[in-house]
């Protein structure tokens, strides 16, 4: 039986999958995972075992349809719908009233950090700098490769926040590794941040 969208509660995950198969056409899970681990994965990590099963609940609900190869690896194909296609503009066009999520184990940590071991922190501030210059670097290197595509220019929008947010990150562990390096020196914990801010 042929459910409605109106009948079945849509979640974000499905609106990655709805929105992504618009933007980029036919696809299979596989694609949509590639294609979600290269772009939307970066600010919005799901299970990717949901891109196998959440693309059946939308050809259930009308909002994609779905071709099956009739030999071979019987590969399942997804597109969208006319009521897919408006059910993505209708959830694009509602405001977001929801605060930015932030699940960060490190921040996590942070705020137990009275119970935690100086050259802990300290260590938990490098492995953090580390990771945050790394995904600068990897935000920058699609920066250059894509930011003069008129093509993909709106895609590249959130790459703008990302990288915001990652320098955000990097300064203030930066800052971090400086005032705990210098705590357990006995040095000034102003002249290490200074120094920690360099080389960005």
Do not use: C, N
Request: glycine share 8%.
């Amino acid at each position: 039986m042929l459910h409605t969208a109106s009948m079945v509660k849509l979640s974000p995950t499905s609106y990655v999958v709805l929105g992504m198969i618009a933007m980029r056409g036919p696809s299979t899970s596989y694609d949509l995972k590639r294609a979600i681990s290269h772009s939307v994965g970066y600010f919005w990590p799901f299970p990717h075992a949901q891109l196998y099963s959440e693309p059946k609940s939308l050809v259930a609900a009308g909002l994609l349809a779905v071709t099956i190869e009739q030999d071979g690896r019987r590969r399942q194909t997804y597109t969208i719908t006319e009521a897919g296609r408006r059910e993505v503009q209708r959830w694009l066009a509602q405001p977001t009233r929801e605060q930015m999520q932030v699940r960060d184990i490190a921040e996590l940590k942070l705020f137990f950090s009275e119970l935690a071991q100086p050259a802990d922190l300290l260590l938990l501030a490098k492995d953090q700098v580390v990771q945050h210059r790394e995904r600068i670097r990897v935000y920058e290197d699609m920066e250059d490769r894509f930011g003069d595509r008129a093509d993909v220019a709106a895609r590249m929008i959130p790459l703008r926040l990302g990288l915001e947010l990652e320098r955000a990150a990097l300064l203030f562990w930066q800052d971090f590794e400086a005032e705990q390096s210098a705590a357990s020196s006995g040095g000034s914990a102003g002249e290490g941040s200074r120094t920690g801010r360099k080389g960005r």
